[in-house]
């Protein structure tokens, strides 16, 4: 019980770096720029698993299956929209470090 409760672990931290997932949560914090949108996207993603494995899953997922690409192309225009019409302000860095700094030995 204990290796299936670790794999599950596992595989769970694995799905959480799928693309479709971190665009998500990155669309989410260029919306609404606050440290816990991770959190509230854990949350929900766990209550959309937990209904679809407690029975719901296949009217669920029959209406909001051809919704699914869609969601995904608007996040994607979302986080493009932001991303071309925001000025983006960079801090200074005391050490800039570029690929193309050479490293200075002693």
Request: charged residues 15%.
């Amino acid at each position: 019980m204990i290796a299936i409760l670790f794999l599950s672990i596992i595989l769970g931290l694995r799905h959480g770096m799928d693309p479709d997932h971190l665009t998500a949560i990155d669309g989410l914090s260029r919306f609404r720029p606050k440290a816990s949108n991770g959190l509230y996207f854990a949350l929900g993603h766990g209550l959309v698993v937990t209904a679809l494995t407690v029975g719901i899953g296949a009217t669920l997922a029959e209406h909001a299956e051809p919704f699914a690409p869609w969601l995904l192309i608007l996040i994607g225009a979302i986080n493009l929209w932001k991303l071309v019409c925001r000025p983006r302000v960079v801090a200074p860095t005391k050490y800039p470090l570029t690929l193309l700094t050479p490293i200075k030995t002693p």
